[in-house]
């Protein structure tokens, strides 16, 4: 935690500037990986589509960019507001499924949506775009610099993953857990579960979104491959590593896989082979993930599987 | 008899040709103690989804308290004051003893959107759910996991959580299926403890039980009503002799 305050001062010592944006991606990662596993671990919605908020939050940039709107808090807004529209309407539907069909299903938006993308030519279509600049604080905070951008996604992060703590633990995360664990019992107990639980999916949506905002602020581009339905499933495997139900597990679970990404493809091209035994090796060994492993203890009220 | 808490007037559910329910008329008066007996495959379970609102009924009418709840979804009933053991025990086994019966206890204590605080530290409801497990015998349990208590201890969770929902009327589905002799005591005391103090529908296989606690009792073979009545007419009606209790009348 200190060492990722310290990111950019080490990434100055080191002369490695490429640092600072990297661990930029990791900490919006990180948000992206805790909104889904807000939904996943707590709430038990395998959301195969959630790199669908990334991009719509990173299309609400750069369409504001595009016509001259530069304020950062607007873009936030706007980003987590649109992702939020696109859940609701996403969860609407799926949450009418269960089991493989919500999987399925938030999967087939998400397509949806990076084909929107590709069909966008005013906005670049298939290639993406680059944006001009990046969100402007009111002056104050000069995006320009990657040490600025780096502590403004590593604050929201913070209290993003601070909001989530809460929520898990109020009135409301208790619906949620309880209907993971026994919906039809707590239908019988008198809760209309379907609409927490969309309430779940829309914050989830709309968190993620502003970790998309982010990216393309990083990036100065935005393209419909944010959406590809792989980025999905990279989300999900980052809270599977990192131990799911936890939210811990997911940032750290997102911290471990791009780095290990990134290391592995130095050493070779055939990467991708040695990240998946690494992860069944976690998945085999280690349940409740690097996280849960580390901490050997179970943590309250948060383990992934059902027992007996 | 006074004006009846539940009223059921010609209920039928069928499956694929099979008549699960067919044309059950039933009226249960409030705070009436009502058993359902049958043998295996009479549609009790059907019967009970039904009055709970996870099944939808072809035909026929369900009011309770004055109120038309036919169409009413199961989270709206309970909220009317209807709750259901199933007969597998429900429970939420990542969460422990204590934790299940403050989840029940949340239901009635308005909505749920509330987004801060520690829900199942808030002593507004734990405290009352560790009463609710003194009362069936589970305080010293609290903090074990629902899905590590005994069988036993499971299904008493169980009708702890929804007896702390305070319901009007109380859906019992064997609630001493595969129970030790000490277990079923236990039970059998907590509901003997119950009667007349709330509206209970026990669907239940153990004779003595039913024989000892109802004030009326209904028999359901092949989805129809047999016979209801008070448990010595029950006893000597030739009918339910012959289709149900065996002519030995072992009752």
Same mark, same amino acid.
């Given at each position: ?32 990986? $805790? =909104? %889904?596993?807000?939904?996943? +671990?707590?709430? /038990? *919605? ?8 990334? #991009? @719509? ?60 993308? $590709? =069909? %966008?030519?005013?906005?670049? +279509?298939?290639? /993406? *775009? ?8 009111? #002056? @104050? ?60 999916? $829309? ?5 993620? +979104?502003?970790? /998309? *905002? ?95 | ?251």
């Amino acid at each position: 935690m200190l060492l990722l305050l310290l990111v950019p001062q080490i990434s100055d010592l080191t002369g490695q500037a490429y640092y600072i944006g990297f661990f930029t991606r990791v900490v919006a990662f990180a948000i992206a990986a $805790v =909104s %889904l596993d807000l939904i996943l +671990g707590f709430g /038990g *919605m395998v959301s195969f589509g959630h790199a669908a908020y990334l #991009g @719509v939050g990173a299309y609400a940039l750069g369409i504001l960019l595009r016509h001259g709107v530069t304020n950062a808090l607007v873009h936030l807004l706007v980003a987590m507001a649109a992702s939020a529209l696109v859940a609701l309407l996403i969860g609407a539907v799926s949450l009418r499924t269960k089991g493989i069909y919500f999987i399925m299903i938030t999967l087939a938006f998400s397509q949806m949506l990076y084909y929107l993308g $590709v =069909s %966008l030519s005013a906005y670049g +279509g298939d290639d /993406g *775009m680059s944006l001009p600049a990046r969100s402007d604080f009111f #002056g @104050v905070l000069d995006f320009a610099s990657d040490t600025a951008l780096y502590y403004f996604a590593f604050g929201m992060f913070v209290i993003f993953f601070w909001i989530s703590r809460h929520l898990v633990m109020s009135r409301f995360g208790v619906v949620i857990r309880g209907t993971k664990s026994n919906e039809r019992r707590m239908i019988a107990l008198g809760y209309p579960t379907y609409r927490y639980q969309l309430l779940a999916f $829309v914050i989830s949506g709309a968190m993620c +979104g502003a970790a /998309g *905002m982010l990216l393309a602020n990083q990036a100065l581009y935005v393209s419909p491959s944010l959406m590809q339905w792989s980025r999905s499933g990279e989300l999900l495997v980052m809270v599977l590593l990192g131990g799911m139900g936890t939210l811990y597990g997911a940032a750290v679970g997102s911290l471990v896989l791009m780095i290990l990404e990134k290391l592995l493809s130095h050493v070779t091209d055939h990467w991708p082979i040695i990240l998946g035994l690494i992860l069944v090796t976690v998945v085999r060994f280690a349940k409740r993930g690097i996280f849960g492993w580390l901490t050997q203890t179970r943590p309250a009220h948060a383990n992934g599987k059902k027992d007996g | 008899m006074a004006e009846a808490l539940l009223h059921v007037q010609n209920l039928t559910k069928r499956f694929d040709g099979l008549t699960a329910s067919d044309g059950i008329d039933i009226d249960i008066a409030d705070r009436e103690f009502h058993a359902v007996i049958g043998p295996n495959g009479a549609g009790k379970t059907t019967l009970v989804s039904q009055l709970m609102g996870e099944l939808e009924p072809d035909e026929g009418t369900i009011k309770f308290a004055g109120r038309d709840v036919t169409r009413a979804s199961a989270n709206a009933r309970a909220l009317l004051g209807i709750a259901r053991s199933f007969q597998i025990s429900s429970v939420f086994p990542e969460f422990s003893a204590i934790e299940n019966v403050s989840i029940a206890i949340q239901a009635r204590s308005g909505h749920s959107f509330r987004f801060w605080g520690d829900a199942l530290r808030d002593p507004a409801i734990c405290e009352p759910a560790l009463a609710a497990l003194e009362q069936v015998g589970l305080a010293d349990r609290a903090q074990v996991l629902a899905g590590h208590l005994a069988y036993g201890e499971k299904r008493a969770l169980e009708l702890s959580m929804v007896l702390a929902a305070r319901p009007r009327l109380l859906l019992l589905d064997e609630p001493m299926a595969g129970m030790g002799n000490q277990e079923s005591v236990r039970i059998l005391r907590l509901l003997a403890a119950l009667k007349g103090s709330v509206t209970v529908l026990l669907v239940e296989h153990d004779m003595k039980t039913v024989f000892a606690l109802a004030d009326r009792i209904s028999v359901l073979v092949y989805g129809r009503i047999l016979a209801t009545g008070r448990p010595e007419d029950i006893r000597v009606n030739q009918d339910v002799r012959t289709a149900y209790l065996g002519d030995s009348g072992s009752a």
